[in-house]
């Protein structure tokens, strides 16, 4: 079963905990303490509401489980948008503009890295996890080197960043959270 398919079926089951005037929003894959986590945000008027769902589209309960997996989603759409700077199709075409008028050193490596990059994010839907976080990080050092970044990583810089904000989701999630948590 694709991702995709996986989501559709998570959303079926999670559209039966909708309560009146509420309709589910969208469903982020997860994986995170060695365990499937689907994240179901649900809309109203009166604001989001959230629940977590385990593989089996059964409600999760356990409160840091559940804190995992925002953080987890949340961390990797920042790194999605930070990745190459946040503007990875603009870099590239640069760096093909780049070879065709100056052909620099080095641009070899700085075009093999961009594209290494594009080919390691992934459309939606996609599993965000650790591991998918470690190859958005280590092929953004290596486009930052490339492009002789030898400082501190802009990146890693972007992540921390943004720290805060993950936080705000997970106490989001945690405080809208549909069932009680423990």
Request: aromatic share 4%.
């Amino acid at each position: 079963m694709t991702v995709a398919e996986d989501v559709g079926r998570v959303a079926g089951a999670a559209a039966a905990f909708a309560e009146q005037g509420e309709e589910l929003a969208g469903v982020l894959a997860t994986e995170t303490l060695g365990l499937r986590v689907y994240l179901c945000a649900f809309e109203s008027a009166g604001g989001r509401a959230w629940l977590a769902l385990g593989a089996d589209a059964e409600p999760l309960t356990d409160g840091r489980l559940v804190r995992e997996a925002a953080s987890i989603a949340a961390l990797c759409e920042v790194a999605e948008d930070s990745a190459g700077g946040g503007h990875l199709t603009e870099l590239r075409a640069r760096l093909a503009e780049l070879r065709e008028t100056d052909n620099p050193e080095g641009i070899d490596e700085a075009e093999a890295a961009a594209a290494a990059l594009a080919e390691t994010l992934q459309s939606e839907p996609r599993v965000a996890s650790g591991a998918y976080l470690d190859a958005l990080g280590s092929a953004s050092r290596r486009l930052e080197q490339a492009l002789g970044e030898s400082g501190a990583s802009p990146f890693a810089a972007a992540m921390q960043a943004a720290l805060g904000s993950v936080e705000e989701l997970a106490s989001d999630v945690e405080g809208n959270y549909k069932l009680p948590l423990g």
